[in-house]
Each structure stands twice: as C-alpha cells, then as structure tokens.
C-alpha cells in the first residue's frame, strides 16, 4: 500500500508525531508513506500564513528516513491549501525544499474555508459553483504540483437542509478542472477520508467515470490519515473498485517523479 497523503504534527490541525504515524503505517504492512503537511497561506480576513519551518520538517523527517531504512519507505511532500492571490508564496515554497509529492488542495475560497463557512452560508449549488471556479483558477495559473487532493471534498460538510446538488447538475464545473489535470500531466488523488464521513471516497464515482472517460490515467492513493489509525484506510476495498472500473495503475511520486504500481 502507497500512501500518498498522511499528516503529522507539523499541521495545524493534528498533534500526532511523525514517529507514531510511521509505527502504524509498519504494523499494516505498508510499503510507503508520504508525509503532506499543511500549508496555507493568506487564510481569513487577516491573511495568516500558517506554515511549518522547513529546517525542521526535513530534520525530523530525515531521521526517520534514517531508523526505518530496509522496513518502510517514507516520504516528505507538502499539502498546499491555494487561494488565487496567494499563488506566488507557493511557487517560492514548492522550490524551497527538496520534496517527493506536492499536493494542489482548496481548503479556503473567497476567505472562507470551505467547512464551516462557504459551504454553510451559500445554497450548496452556489458554493459549489464558488469552490469549482476557484479550483480551476488556480490549476490554470499554478503548475508546480503533483497531484490535486481531495476534488469534491465539499460535499462532505454541506448540513442536511442544504445538501450537494446531484453531480449532474454541475458536471461542467468539474470537467475543466479534470482537463487542467490531464493536459498537464497531474494526478487525480483518491482519497478514502470521504469514507470516513460519507459513503464514498473522494472523487465520487462520477468523478471518476468522467475522467476515465475524458482519457485521465493518473492516480494517486490518499488516507488524509490525521492519527495512525486512518493510515491506509479502506485502501484494499478502493483499489479493487479502482481496477474494476478499468484504472490500471495507481502512482507513487518520489523526488516529484511518477512510479506506476500495477492494480493487482
Ligand atoms: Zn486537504
Ligand atoms: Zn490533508
């Protein structure tokens, strides 16, 4: 199992050390993880950067490389939350450091973040209208990325008396984005942390017929593990749904280089 996107405590939003999230990845006999801490910057009316030193991150990161040689490959990468103002801080930090796997994620659209704010105080078809748009914004103007993380997370934080619109009905929204990924040689990240709230992983099958269809080829495989338990969540069951859908490969990215792995 690869994968492709966990945190650790140097995100904001989890206090876990890299060393526990590497025991467990060991114990289910995982062959590779990649650390993808969050990075933001310019979030709410005050444009906060929040952002892990760098330094630190790969002296850590490398001393666990160092312990664990022979029993686990990990890898160090970075989850950049874009916002359309804010691309050229990203471009100076994707260059700033020797990383493995970059991540192209929305978590903030409009100085809303998409959880508590866009998704509750908009009708969901004008928020995800809002989130898509910005998406595609970024994609078209920011290319020094890897993968795109979670596409329609959205639709997990939507209240039952506002719920996401079917996917019909904004299709055209997502269908350029999956363009930007394929044009421009990017992965569509599959990520099984929508199982945790949702039925499914994100993308949602739609998502992913689409972008078969539309010729996408590139996969990459996601827990968004916040705690050593979601390490490799539900990974079996999706790669086998991944396969069945006529997806050949998943891929590893190393010093921001694509592996394919065969779907068995
Ligand atoms: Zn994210
Ligand atoms: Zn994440």
Redesign the pocket.
Known sequence: MYDM???SDF?IDTDILMEDMVKSALEKNGKTICF?D?VEFGIGPEKIDVVFRVEDYFKKFRQLRYSYAGKIEILAGA?LGLQPGELDKYRDFAASAPFDHV?A?IHTVRNMDVYTELSRRYPAKEAIRMYYEDMLSCLEDYSDYDSL??IDFIDRYFLPDNPAPPFESYRELVEPVLRVLIENGKALEV?T?GLRRLPYSHPKKEILQLYAQMGGELLTM?S?A?KPADIYHAFRETEKMLKEMGFKYIFKYKERKKYPIHLI
């Open positions: 996107h966990i945190h995100s993808t969050h989850e991540i994620a993380a979670h990520n942390g996601a968004d916040h």
